[in-house]
């Protein structure tokens, strides 16, 4: 269709450039003179040279007053050019938003121009005039078509999380092909349409709170002679921190499980020292938690480290509290479909004392649970490899903080969305504690989820590395002989943290090869590049965070 338009478009300029040659010829002939044919010399050169041609319609412009100046038969020639020539000075597209398209404001500048010759040629007002009247009728057809164009708001993001983008739908119409601009807070959008089409608008959210934009959408007919302003909009959406995102997310799938807190089981939690070696093995015991809370207030610790590892001591202490029968010991966690009995281990739940059985034998026997029902649930597939999740949460700014956190529970999300009884072990780098977190991801999920549900995080600096760090830049740095001290110091320091942090990994019971991913702020990109480098010597095998919660699902 549009081929068949443009074809259309052509045949008319081509007419009327035929019409303005064969006038002109006519003149010359009749009257006798050959001033009147000098605007045919350009009108040659640019029907010749192609990348002359956008200059045509200014040459039969002129060509119109030329006619005009002649004599009477001249004007009448020029009347059915005037009302075609602004056919031909057609200017498509979206101009300034107005009544005026682009191609009436390039009319109205060349009638302007010519005005002038009016003082010396009185007659030439006669086809000024027609080709200003012309104009206004193009523009009339034009604003009484687009009367008919409307858009609305279909969908609108009203919660969006921190540095992503809000998205909002626009429903359009208009009966011919139109030129449309949308104008917001944040620029301006350019769009050709026809009929009825959905239009997508995405704006950044960078400020926590309300945020407010201005839309107003304008339509130019096809031709460029009228525009029109359809409708003017002021949308809201509010903006949140990205780990209060998906920590909600989190929620809305955990409620999706009944009696979610009874399913849990203990979680393997270890603290370590970069410099001390073990400092806390069982993260249960309050003794553990006090250990925690001494040695981040003798270190001296970043705020914001301390906030976190407070908090989560504060949430492991509260769960001990719903999940320990004396001190120190984790209830197990029985759940699925009955498959038998078995004798009582301390930590067993009361509810699944098999009372009955215990009486008549005389020792204390407890139900034992499958998690087929459990599995089934969530359509789990056969467990995969153990991945290795580090995360330092040191962070330069409330914005890498936010993303770093935002990342951590969204791949255990992602993990638990796959397989909730997969198992993985999430490593938190505090300064220079080490928090070792090994068990299921649901259980570890929950903890996360606990400890940064509500939690408010601010920060001090403000730093980023100077550029990405790739594997072979580490290899140079590492195995060149000659540094300057202050950076020899600086590599150093990275490697012995790698291979500390591989000890910690290896003490675990994570023995490679197991896949492990590295989260972390964005002013670290070599310490963890050098990290990645040491870890995958040691056996483990990078894995990019998107490709984490495939790993789960693989085989062993």
Not at 123 to 138: A, E, K, M, W
Not at 322 to 339: A, K, P, T
Not at 400 to 422: G, H, M, Q, V, W
Request: aromatic fraction near 12%.
């Amino acid at each position: 269709m549009q081929k068949e338009e443009a074809k259309l478009y052509q045949v008319i300029d081509s007419f009327i450039v035929l019409y303005t040659v064969v006038s002109i010829l006519y003149l010359t002939l009749d009257l006798g003179t050959y001033f009147i044919s000098i605007p045919l010399v350009p009108i040659a050169i640019f029907l010749a040279y192609r990348r002359f041609r956008y200059l045509l319609p200014i040459s039969i412009y002129v060509a119109l007053i030329f006619m005009s100046i002649v004599d009477h038969q001249g004007i009448y020639l020029s009347l059915p050019l005037a009302i075609a020539t602004p056919f031909l000075m057609r200017t498509p597209g979206a101009g300034k938003r107005g009544l005026l398209g682009p191609s009436s404001v390039t009319v109205a500048r060349y009638s302007l121009v010519s005005l002038f010759a009016i003082f010396i040629y009185p007659q030439v007002s006669i086809p000024i005039v027609v080709v200003i009247l012309s104009t206004f009728g193009y523009m009339f057809y034009g604003y009484v078509i687009l009367s008919k164009a409307y858009a609305k708001i279909l969908t609108l993001s009203d919660t969006v999380p921190m540095d992503r983008k809000a998205s909002i739908s626009i429903e359009v119409y208009t009966p011919i092909k139109s030129y449309m601009i949308i104008d917001h807070s944040f620029g301006s959008n350019a769009y050709v349409v026809k009929g009825r089409s959905i239009i997508y608008l995405e704006f950044p959210a960078k400020h926590i709170g309300k945020n407010v934009v201005d839309i107003s959408v304008y339509f130019f007919d096809e031709l460029g002679f009228a525009g029109r302003h359809i409708a003017k909009y002021s949308i809201e959406y509010k903006v949140i921190p990205m780990v209060q995102y998906i920590v909600e997310a989190v929620e809305k799938t955990f409620l999706r499980v009944q009696d979610l807190e009874r399913l849990l089981s203990d979680v393997e939690i270890s603290v370590y020292s970069l410099d001390l070696g073990a400092i806390a093995v069982s993260m249960s015991s309050r003794k553990a938690m006090d250990i925690i809370r001494e040695y981040i207030h003798r270190v001296r610790l970043y705020p914001y480290a301390l906030k976190i590892v407070e908090r989560f001591a504060s949430v492991l202490e509260e769960l001990s509290r719903m999940v320990v029968r004396g001190d120190d010991i984790f209830r197990r966690s029985r759940w699925g479909e009955y498959i038998g009995i078995r004798y009582y281990t301390a930590g067993d739940s009361i509810k699944h004392i098999h009372w009955k059985k215990s009486i008549s034998i005389g020792i204390m026997i407890v139900k034992e649970f499958g998690s087929s029902a459990y599995e089934r649930i969530y359509n789990v597939a056969e467990e995969g490899l153990e991945p290795i999740i580090i995360t330092d949460l040191y962070a330069s700014n409330v914005l890498e903080l936010d993303r770093i956190a935002f990342n951590l529970i969204k791949l255990c999300l992602d993990i638990f969305k796959r397989s909730p009884t997969s198992k993985c072990t999430v490593i938190l780098v505090v300064g220079d504690i080490v928090i070792s977190l090994r068990g299921r991801v649901v259980d570890i999920l929950y903890r996360l989820y606990r400890t940064f549900k509500g939690l408010s995080i601010q920060t001090l600096f403000n730093y980023t590395s100077i550029r990405k760090v790739d594997e072979k830049y580490v290899e140079e740095i590492l195995e060149l002989d000659k540094k300057p001290r202050i950076f020899s110091i600086y590599v150093l320091s990275n490697t012995m943290y790698a291979d500390k942090l591989a000890e910690v990994i290896l003490r675990e019971g994570c023995i490679p090869p197991k896949p492990f991913t590295a989260i972390y702020s964005r002013s670290l990109e070599l310490r963890y590049a050098i990290a990645k480098y040491i870890l995958s010597r040691y056996g483990y095998i990078y894995t990019p965070l998107e490709l984490v919660p495939e790993v789960v699902m693989r085989k062993r």
